[in-house]
C-alpha cells in the first residue's frame, strides 16, 4: 500500500469511532451507519495499488500470509468457504490456494457490502464471479448455505454485532458447517472476542491464534459451530 492510501485507512478508522457516536446519538440510522463506513472504505481499497491494499490490508504477500493463513486452522475438512467482505477477492484466492497446499478443496464465494469492491472481485476472479454477491450480510438471505463462513464483527454497528452472528448461523452457516469470526487483532491475555461471544451465549469451539508485531497483540480467529455440528459432540 501507498503511504498516501495507508494514511488514508489510518484516518479512516479514526473517523470510524465519529460514525459510531453519530449513530449513538441518533442523528444517522443503520444505513446511514453504512453508508458513511463504506465512504472511507471504497476510495481507499479502490485507490490502493497492491491486491492486499484492495482488501484493506497494508504490507505484501508475505505479510498477508502471515496475518491471514490463520483462518486454515479452523478448516478441518473439504466444502464451501464464503467470506463476508470478500473485497477485491483476495482472500477467496488465497484460501483456495492454501487449502489446496494443506490437503483441502476449498470452494470459494464472497459477498460485500460495496458493489464497486464485489464487481472487482468478479473482475479478478471471473471464473468465480457468478458466487460474488452484494449484500449486507446482516440480513441477507443467500442462495445456498456454505460448510465455512468467515466473517469480521466490525462489519456492523457495535449493538448489533450478536444479531450478526446469530444471522450468519441462522442463515448462511451449512447445520453442519463452522462460522469463524476474525482474522481480529486482540490484547493477548484478555477475554476480547472470545469473552464477547460467550457473554452474547455463543459456545466458542475453538480459537487459533498467531504473533503480532506488536507484543502486546495477537491476531486471532475464534469459530463456532453449526447445530448439526455442536449436538455430535
Ligand atoms: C477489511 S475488508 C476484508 C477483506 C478480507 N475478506 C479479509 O478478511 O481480509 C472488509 C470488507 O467488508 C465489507 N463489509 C463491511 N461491512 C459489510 C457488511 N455489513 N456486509 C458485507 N460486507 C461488508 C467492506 O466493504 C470491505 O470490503
Redesign the pocket.
Known sequence: MTDDVRDAVERGWRELAGIDAALERGEIDEDGW?AA??AI?EPA?LGAGTPQGQ???SGDEAGWEQA?RLVLDAVDGDGTFL?????NG??MQSVHRWGAEDGVALEPYG????AA?AELARRRCPQWADRIWT????GWHPPRRFDYV?T?LD??PAARRADLVRHLLDHVVAADGRLLVG?TNEERGRPGLAGALASWGFEVAGTATRPHRHPALERTVHWLDGEARADRK
Open positions: 453504512h463506513v463504506l472504505i481499497y482488501s484493506g490490508q491471514r467470506d463476508v467482505g470478500c473485497a483476495l482472500l459477498v460485500d457490502i460495496s469492491l449484500a449486507n450480510a446482516l468467515r469480521g462489519y456492523v482474522v
